[in-house]
T-cell receptor, first 114, second 113 residues
Framework: KAGVTQTPRYLIKTRGQQVTLSCSPISGHRSVSWYQQTPGQGLQFLFEYFSETQRNKGNFPGRFSGRQFSNSRSEMNVSTLELGDSALYLCASSRSGQGNTEAFFGQGTRLTVV | DQQVKQNSPSLSVQEGRISILNCDYT??????FLWYKKYPAEGPTFLISISSIKDKNEDGRFTVFLNKSAKHLSLHIVPSQPGDSAVYFC????????????FGTGTRLKVLA
C-alpha cells in the first residue's frame, strides 16, 4: 500500500514569490492535514481538509492557503514568501480525520526561502 | 502558548537500558495522546497512542503512561536499541473533534552502543 506522497521534496524560492506544494494521501484516506516544522518549534498545525472542505485551521496568516480535490489529493499554497517561511512542510492523511485516530505522514517538502 | 511541552530537548541512553521520554500538557480537555518518531529527512512515524480513559498502553518495547491529574505522559522504551535514535514527538488531540494534533517540540534520543 503506497504511503503519503509529497512533491517536490526540496524547493528553493526567493522572497516575494509564491509556492505550491502537493500531497497525495494513502488510498482511501479522505482527511489531509498540513504541518509546518521549524527548528525549536515542533510541528505547527496549518489546516485540515476532509472531502474537499477545510474543517480546521491553525494560527497562520492568510498567505497560507490550501485546497483538496475530489480524489483527496491536496495542495498547499504560500504567497508572498518571507524568509521565516523556510521550513519542512509535512502532510498527513487519515481515513476519517477523527481526533482519536493516528495520521500517517509523508516525507515532507523542504522549502528554503532566500 | 505551548499547550504540549517536552522539556528535555535531548536524552542519551546506553543500549539495553530504559529510555524515558516525558511530555506535559496544559489543556485538561485533551483526551487522546500519541507518540511519533522522526528520523532525519523522513516524515514522523506513528509509534503508540493512548486514550484518556486508560493510564497505560503497551506495544512491544514501547509503553505509554498517562497521568491525567498531573497532565503528564511518558514513553518508555525497553530495551533501548541504537535504531531507536531519533526525535520523538508527543501530540495531543480531542478524540471527539475533527483532526488536529497539537505537538510538543520534540526530544532527540540518542542510544549509545
Amino acid at each position: 500500500k503506497a504511503g503519503v506522497t509529497q512533491t517536490p521534496r526540496y524547493l528553493i524560492k526567493t522572497r516575494g514569490q509564491q509556492v505550491t506544494l502537493s500531497c497525495s494521501p494513502i488510498s482511501g484516506h479522505r482527511s489531509v492535514s498540513w504541518y509546518q516544522q521549524t527548528p525549536g518549534q515542533g510541528l505547527q498545525f496549518l489546516f485540515e481538509y476532509f472531502s474537499e472542505t477545510q474543517r480546521n485551521k491553525g494560527n497562520f496568516p492568510g498567505r497560507f492557503s490550501g485546497r483538496q480535490f475530489s480524489n483527496s489529493r491536496s495542495e498547499m499554497n504560500v504567497s508572498t514568501l518571507e524568509l521565516g517561511d523556510s521550513a519542512l512542510y509535512l502532510c498527513a492523511s487519515s481515513r476519517s480525520g477523527q481526533g482519536n485516530t493516528e495520521a500517517f505522514f509523508g516525507q515532507g517538502t523542504r522549502l528554503t526561502v532566500v | 502558548d505551548q499547550q504540549v511541552k517536552q522539556n528535555s530537548p535531548s536524552l542519551s541512553v546506553q543500549e539495553g537500558r530504559i529510555s524515558i521520554l516525558n511530555c506535559d500538557y496544559t489543556n485538561s480537555m485533551f483526551d487522546y495522546f500519541l507518540w511519533y518518531k522522526k528520523y532525519p529527512a523522513e516524515g514522523p512515524t506513528f509509534l503508540i497512542s493512548i486514550s484518556s480513559i486508560k493510564d497505560k498502553n503497551e506495544d512491544g518495547r514501547f509503553t505509554v503512561f498517562l497521568n491525567k491529574s498531573a497532565k503528564h505522559l511518558s514513553l518508555h522504551i525497553v530495551p533501548s536499541q541504537p535504531g531507536d535514535s531519533a526525535v520523538y514527538f508527543c501530540a495531543a488531540s480531542f478524540a471527539s473533534g475533527t483532526y488536529k494534533y497539537i505537538f510538543g517540540t520534540g526530544t532527540r534520543l540518542k542510544v549509545l552502543a
